[in-house]
Structure formats: C-alpha cells, structure tokens
C-alpha cells in the first residue's frame, strides 16, 4: 500500500490506516485496524458489515468524535479537503464538524436533544457556525425542515422529538445535516431503525440532496439492499478490517472476497425458491478475540492451513477492487472446498 | 429486553462485585464493627449506663482515662450510655425497617399486580403518606402518647415509612409485569399468588434491600431526633438521640455529652449510605459503549 | 393544563387525607381539653358539661368529623389552650419565620449543590470530584439537630461570632440604624441557614453529579459535538441543561424531608418558626395546635411540590404528558 503525502484533488476524504483502540477491563482492544480507503468528490461509498465490525467507530474517526476510553491511534492519517484532521487543532476541528462535513446518527429518539425542539436543533448548527440571529437561524431551521419533506415545517419546528414520528425525527437529523451545505455526509445506519417504506423515501431523500449539493457521503449499514439502491463504490469490513473494496455493481456480479459471498448468499431475494436462509456458520469474533492470521478462517469455506498462519494483505485486483485474502494468489483453492454448508 | 429473575449464579456475580469494592467492604465493616461494638460493649464496661456515680464530685467530669467520654449532668458514665444507648437506636432502627420493608413490598405488590382502580387508589395513598413530613406526623402521634414504649415506637416508625417502598415495588411491578417471562408464567396457568413470590419478588429484590439499607441511616437519625426532643425514647432508657437531648443545655460546659453519640450517628449513616451506593452498583454495572 | 389540574386535585386529595387522619389522631388522645385529666378547679362538671356541649364535643364521632372539616375549611384550626389564641393566629405568627430560614437555605442550597455537582462531572473521577464527593457524603450523613448543635458549639460559643439563639435582638431596634438591625438579623439567619445548607446542599449536589454523569454519554451529546460546537456549549446546553430535571424532582420529593428537618433546627436555635411552635405544642400536649402545625406543613408541601412538578414539566417537555407518578419515578 503506498503512502502519500499529497491528495489529489477531487479526493475528498482518505483514510490511511487508521487505528482505534479502547482500554476496558480485559485489556486493549483495537476495534478499528488499520482502515484505508478514499471517497471522492460527489461519491457515495458504502460502508459494509455485521454489528461489531467497527463500521460505525470507523465513521466516528473521521470527526474525531471518539471519546475515551476509546482513542484514535496517532499513525492514522485522515486527509479531509487536504488538511490532516488528526493534526487539526480545537477550533478548526469544530469549523469542520457540521458545516463541511456532518453526520447522521442511526437512532434519533436519542441522537436527538430531548428538551430542545427541533428548529432550535437545527438553528444551533446555524448559529455556531455563522453569525445570523436567532430570527434568521429560526427561519433558514423552518425553511430546511420544508427542503427534507415534512410539511407545515413551521409548526413541525415548535415540536419535540418525542412528539415526531420516527420517520420525522429521522428526516430532523438529516435537516441538521444538511443545513450548512456540507461537501460530505457521513451516515451511520441512518433507516436501520426505520419501517422499510419509510426507509425507501429517506435514501431518496439523501440522494436526492446529495446530488443537488455535489457532496459526497460515507454510508454506513449492514444491508446490502442499501448499497445496491445508494451506493456507487462500496467497502466491506470485518473484524476491524477492509476485506474488499469494488464498485458496487462489480461486487454484486463478482464477489472476490469469501465473506462477501456469504453476505450475498445469506441475503434472502424475491424470486428464488429456496428452502432454507443460507447463514454463514459460526459469529462474529469480539474484538479482543481476533485470530493473529485471517481474521475469517474459522468461518471460511475455502479456508486452508496458509489462512491460519500468515495473515492476508489487502491484494489491489485493479479497476479499483481490492481482496484481503490469499485466494487472489492462490484461486485453484476456491475450487477445491468441499465442507459441509459450502455456499452454493 | 428484561431479563428473567435472577438465579443463584445472578447473586453469585453481585456478591463478587460488592467483595471487589473497596469502599463497600469498608462500609460493611464500620457496620459489623460497631454493631459487635454495643452488644459486647455494655458487657465490659466497668460502670452501669443508669449508675449516677457521685453526683456532687464527678458530675461534668472531662473525659480522662477513667471515664473515656466523661460523664454527664447526673455522673453517669457517657461511654456506658453511648454504648448501650447504642444497642437501642441500632435494635429500634433495623427493625423499624424490617416493618416498613415488609408493609412496603406487599402494598406495592398488591398494587402492581392488581392494576386498575385499584393500583390508582392504594399508590394514592402511598403518595398522600410520602407528602405528609414524616416528622410531624409522628409528632402528632407521639404527642398524644405520653410515655411511649419502644416497641409502639418501633411500630410507628414502620407503619410511617413504608410508602416509598411501596412506589418503588409498584414501579419495578409494572414494568415487569408485561416482560416476556412473566407471560409465559401466566400462559402456562401460575397463580397470581405464584407469579408474585417466584417471578416477580425476586426480581424486585435488588432495589427494594438497597431503599432497605438507605432507610436505616434515615430512620436511626429520625429516631434520635425524637428521642432528642423528648418523645422518642424514653430515659432512664438510654438511646444515642435522647443523649444528646441530654447534653443540650450544657452543650458549652460538657460538650462530650452530646458529641460522642453525634458521631456514632454518622458513622453509621455514613456506613449505611456507602453501602446502599455499594450494592446499588453492584447490581446495576456500567456498560461498554456501542461499537 | 391538564397535568396541572391533575396534580392540583391529587394535592387536595392529599390534605384532605392528612386532615382525616390527623382528625382520628386528634380523637384518639386521651381525653380533650375539658376533661377531668385538665386540673383546673374552678371547671365543675357541669361546666365542663357545658363548654363540651359548646365546642361539639359531645356530638358523634361523624358530626365532629363534618364540624372539623367545615370549621378547617374556613381556615379555622381550633383555639391553642397552650397559647391562648386562635391556632390560625399562632400559626400565621410563626410562618413567616419558617418561610424566610426554609427559603434562603433551598435558594442557596440548589445553587451551590448545582454548581458543585456539575463540577464533579466535569471534573470526573479526580480529586476535585472525590474530595467533593467526600464533603457531601458527610454532610449528608449528619443528623440535623447534632449539626445544629455542633454549629452552635463553634460559631456562637466557642468562635462568638454569632448569637445563641432567636431571630432577632429585641431591643436593638429602639436603639440602632436599620443597617445594624439588618445585619443583626442576618447575624441570627446565619448559623440555622448554614446547618440547613450543608444538609441540603449534599444530596443536591449528588443528584446533580449523577444525572450529569448520566448524560455525559448520552448520544445527543454527541450529535452536539458533531455539529461543531464547543466543548463548553455542550456540557451546558445539552448535558447540563437535560440534567437539571433529576435534580428539581428531587427537591420536590424531599420538601416533606426539609420540613421535617426544619423542625430540629428551628428548636435548637430557638428560630419562632413553625417548627418550634410545633415542639412546643407537644410539650403543652397541645393538639390542635400540634394538628394545625401538620395540616399547615402539609399543605405547603403540597404547593411546594406541585411547583416543582410544574418546573419539571417546563425543564423537559416529554414529562408534561405523562401522569405524576411516572415522572416521579424517572
């Protein structure tokens, strides 16, 4: 993997291996190891994985929203416009923070001030950042919340959350978001908590105000259905790891990597007659319990005595694919598995 | 998601916990040691807390070796007095609680489990006896009693006390009542009477013997106050708050008199309070944020 | 409104419980004002007979109860024999004092265990926040009449800065500028407010630290740090501000506790309030006098904590369409 010093310029984010570790009781656990990977300007780049993978941690990197016991490496590299965020000082770090890049949490009943209604949440962004009045913040509040679709926003703006339905609530935050134009969104499972219709019209609605702004987003979720609706290029992690990065069309038509192949496969379709869910067998390892070689080994179909031992690089496929695994150097493996509950 | 109440390795983890902090075990220990401290203390003290040694000469006397905590106005031996008057305040305390205790989860059992009007109505009456100052309504009380003895007193602090509790039990009730488990019970054909005792009392337990411990220190200070204006204990019976009632009007001359059995007061509720933090913790540990 | 409403008749609910039960209190007393166990010669039976017949003493059990009530309705309390005078009179004697000593010690108390609970959040976990933790912990350990005492030990006999007792010298007036006698009275405030401070402002200033330490984590914090603001505006404006709740409702459920506590500390240091009149009384075997006292705390507990609960509504939103009983267990 080469280093850089220099970002060219219509990349609007890099990450270079970054690395977060938590001190708990049991000792020191990395959650986030080694993560890499860029978005570009006006792109959205899904972020795929299974609870307890470091996908949402890895989104709090980016703000260095990570508070202790959790701490941000200091060999990590986050390039944002240019400028290294983990060198950044107080002030510039909260100039960034929602007005150029801001980010959308996943529950908003409690990602969500309960005592404030919400045009004033969505007046503070104003007001932090620029020097408009709390008239002109109210009103540029009331005029966002009309842009993400709730009607009668002037009285909606006067509400609680508690008041607002989920689906409400949830356009709120993207409001929030929105309000101060920034050049990149960063979504954590912003419909997970959603009914699936709702969940439809809120990815239109940020695509929609995405492309409008020319900004790019980091889309965070666990549900492939998603990336196919929302994503252009997607990155898959596991274990604290990237184990692939592709286009999405490309991932959807060629898995490279195994534990790609059984998110799709688990992925229950319309159309298909099948008996039984495919699961891939056997969890999640926590992330004090990570094997020293693959990370995936004892959940792989394909895995041999190599995957126990030496831990795979993230192998570059070309046309922008990558594959952290030793089946890029060795693909005769792929066909010579044959265990019990192999993915077909 | 509630979890099902809890089983022998459940206490097993909370014990561990309440052994691994430190402040706890200290707070059990102050208890421990001043509870073996008036039951066997009496027994070795060379004077009798009632004995007015000599009333002309030892009256007042500063504490010195013979008398560790002076004596007071009539020459008893403060020492004797504080520990003796001791075994009563802890004695009346605990089982002022105990009544209160038991009064307390029964009310809010029944309450909770009864739902309706009639849940509205007894919680009514819990709130109505937590609005009224306990204080004055036991004034009230024992000013038509004149010479009240202890174990009305005890009762009366029970039958004033246990409204807290009660709301307390009631809540926890409600918000178990419809977890899973307890439907389940239900399905398979348990009595109300079965649901109460297996499923749902244990599961309440935890927060009713913490209220329990808290209310000790609330209950031994309240004790002392009264017997301090006169209608608590009654002497020649001696207990820590009518010995500083005692001390009162000679608070400048002979302030050991009503300083001694002060600070055994704190202790002990500074005991009692640790302790009610301790186990309060220990059956409620912190969690890990979301990765 | 409707809460309000709500919360106004539970209050009445309330007093009309304590006034019932204060009443049987009442019936149950040996004997009553008129009976042969008050010794005073000059009361022949048949006078007594009289005076009893007049005062309904003699009627049933129900229509003293409904005189009672009537009669407490129109804010008649009964006639103090230890006193001599109207229980109502004595009473709106004494109040003001209660008033003024429970008044400034809540304002203070709430202050101060505010600033000092948040600062332990902020400070979590280091010395500043132990050594805090441990002044409250004591502070709220001490039984209130011994800290009164102790307080008066020091500051009035052994330090004389501060007078024995009372609310006021009494012949200061006639001789001095109004300055001297307000600094007089503020002389004689200072030791009971002070007791009541360190009593009331410890378990503020836990509540304070634990709801803070609470919300510290909460995800909107978080949402508030992301949206750039400063380290400072975010501990005010969303953590703070979202842990003032906690710590009102407590005081509106510990005003019983703080009359109470009143109690003591107006005896020890002879303060004429509500407190003293009441311990008096008792001395007296007084009853209605004692029975007003009650009744007449009650109530203003009642108002005490429906403004408090009221204050709850307006500090956060989501409480005002819950019924009182599950906000108070929040």
Known sequence: MTAFSALPHDLLLSLR????????????????????????????????????????????????????????????RILFEGRDIMTLGDRDLRAIRGRQAAMIFQEPMTALNPVYCAGEQIAEVVRTHTGASRVEAWSQAVAMLGAVGIPSPEIRAKQYPHQLSGGMRQRVMIAMALVMNPSLLIADEPTTALDVTIQAQLLDLLRDAQQARGASMLLITHDLGVVAESAQRVAVMYAGQIVEEAPVTALFAAPQHPYTE????AMPRAGTRRERLTTIPGTVPPPGAWPSACRFADRCVFAWDRCTGEAPPLHQLGDGRTSRCHLVEEPERRFAAHTAGAVT | MIAPPSNASNWGAIVQRLRADRRSLLAIGALCGMIVLVIVGPLLMAYAPYEQLDITRLAHARPSAEHL???????????????SGGRVSLAVAMSAVCIETVIGVAWG??????????????????????????????????????????????????????????????????????ADFVLAARSLGASPLRLALWHVLPHVSGPVLVAATLAVGHVIVLEAGLSFIGIGVQPPQASWGNIIGDGTEFIASAPWVSIAPGCCLVVVVLAVSALGDGLRDALAPRQLPRT | MRALIQRIWQGFVVVAIVATVTFVLVRLAPGDPFSVAFENARLTPALRAQWRSAYGLDGSIASQYGHWIIA????????????????????????????????????LSFTIGMLLGALQAARHDRATDRGIGVLTLIGGSMPDFWLALVLLLTGAYWLRLFPVGGASDPLLPLAA?????????????????????????????????AALLD??????????????????????RHAWRTALGPVVTLGGLALPALAGGAVFVERV?????????????????????????????????????????????????????????????A
């Open chain 1, 17 to 76: 291996d970054v690395r977060v570790t938590f001190r708990t009781a049991d000792g020191l656990i990395t959650p986030v190891d080694g993560v890499s990977f860029d978005i570009a300007r006006g792109e959205t780049l899904a972020l795929v994985g299974e609870s307890g993978c470091g996908k949402s941690l890895t989104a709090l990197t980016i703000l260095r929203l990570i508070d202790a016991p959790g701490r941000i490496e200091p060999g990590s």
């Open chain 1, 262 to 265: 059984g998110l799709m496969a």
């Open chain 2, 69 to 83: 905590l002076g004596t007071d106005v009539y020459s008893r031996d403060v020492l004797s007095r504080v520990l």
């Open chain 2, 109 to 178: 059992l029944a309450a909770g489990l009864a739902g309706g009007w009639i849940d509205t109505l007894m919680m009514r009456c819990a709130d109505a006896g937590l609005s009224v100052p306990r204080v004055l309504l036991l004034l009230a009380i024992l000013a038509a009693v004149p010479m009240v003895p202890i174990w009305m007193l005890v009762v009366l602090l029970g039958l004033t006390g246990w409204f807290g509790i009660a709301r307390l039990v009631r809540s926890e009730v409600r918000s178990v009542r419809s």
């Open chain 3, 72 to 107: 407490l309705l129109r804010g008649d309390l009964g006639w103090s024999v230890s006193m001599s005078q109207p229980v109502s009179r004595a009473i709106a004697q004494a109040l003001p004092y209660t008033l003024l000593l429970m008044g400034i010690a809540l304002l």
């Open chain 3, 177 to 209: 500028s109004g300055t001297t006698v307000l600094i007089d009275r503020l002389r004689h405030l200072a030791l009971p407010v002070l007791t009541l401070v360190i009593l009331i402002t410890a378990p503020v200033a836990r509540q304070q630290r």
């Open chain 3, 215 to 236: 919300r510290l984590h909460a995800e909107w914090v978080r949402t508030a740090a992301a949206k750039g603001l400063s380290s400072g505006a975010v501990f005010r």
């Open chain 3, 269 to 329: 240091f002879a303060w004429p309030g509500m407190g003293r009149l009441a311990v008096g009384a008792i001395g007296a075997r007084d009853y209605h006098l004692v029975v007003g006292c009650v009744i007449t705390a009650s109530v203003l507990v009642v108002i005490g904590s429906t403004l408090a609960d009221l204050l709850v509504m307006r500090l956060e939103p989501r409480t005002a369409d819950q019924d009182t009983s599950q906000r108070q267990r």
